[in-house]
């Protein structure tokens, strides 16, 4: 299993507040992912990165951003986090030596509730 | 517009027999499927794969089968045991595409 973690692994914020989520991986994967999982609609893409300092968005990107300054780390950002962002938030790596049959790693989630 | 649809949100089989879980998917690009298991409070891992060149892929007790024609995928668990009842996501990727589209999962419980 790839190296993967999450940080924090839990969080409860207020409405407004700014909040990010971090990814680590150690496995000197090239892609990195976020996605968000909610009752019925399964795992949505939120970004992705294909590299250090480039990203790209995926299904569900608006109200978040995202940074890969290394390329261990993935971090999210909520800038001004809504109840709408509560959910269980995955990272994950592939490394992309061979795009189409890469399997992607996950981390162990971070739940998130925006009050 | 969903293009990964796994319609049955939960199945629920006997020990031993043998569980189906299906997905379809409308974009016709799509040219690489995997099969992903999730347990509670854990992220989601890997089980099979295939490519869209092939119409059949086995991995011990579990098959993948693949019909273009009507891009329909399905998961073969058999024989199914308790430990199997988790999460399973269906997921499709296009060649060189870097990401991939999920479905929305469907719940497997198996009871012994």
């Known amino acids: 299993d790839a190296g993967i973690t999450q940080s924090p692994r839990h969080k409860v914020t207020e409405t407004g507040t700014p909040v990010t989520l971090r990814c680590h991986q150690t496995e000197n994967h090239r892609y990195m992912y976020w996605y968000r999982q909610d009752p019925g609609h399964g795992l949505r893409l939120i970004h992705y990165?294909?590299?250090?300092?480039?990203?790209d968005k995926g299904e569900v990107s608006d109200g978040y951003s995202v940074s890969r300054s290394k390329t261990e780390d993935f971090l999210l950002t909520l800038e001004s986090a809504t109840s709408s962002q509560t959910s269980v938030y995955f990272c994950a790596s592939t490394s992309g030596r061979e795009l189409l049959t890469d399997t992607q790693y996950f981390g162990p989630g971070t739940r998130l509730t925006v009050l | 517009d969903q293009q990964v649809k796994q319609n049955s949100p939960s199945l629920s089989v006997q020990e031993g027999r043998i569980s189906i879980l299906n997905c379809d998917y409308t974009n016709s690009m799509f040219d690489y499927f995997l099969w992903y298991k999730k347990y509670p409070a854990e992220g989601p891992t890997f089980l099979i794969s295939i490519s869209s060149i092939k119409d059949k892929n086995e991995d011990g007790r579990f098959t993948v089968f693949l019909n273009k024609s009507a891009k329909h995928l399905s998961l073969h668990i058999v024989p199914s045991q308790p430990g199997d009842s988790a999460v399973y996501f269906c997921a499709a990727s296009k060649s060189n595409a870097g990401k991939s589209t999920f479905g929305d999962g469907t719940t497997l419980t198996v009871k012994p």
């Open positions: 990165s294909y590299g250090v300092k480039d990203t």
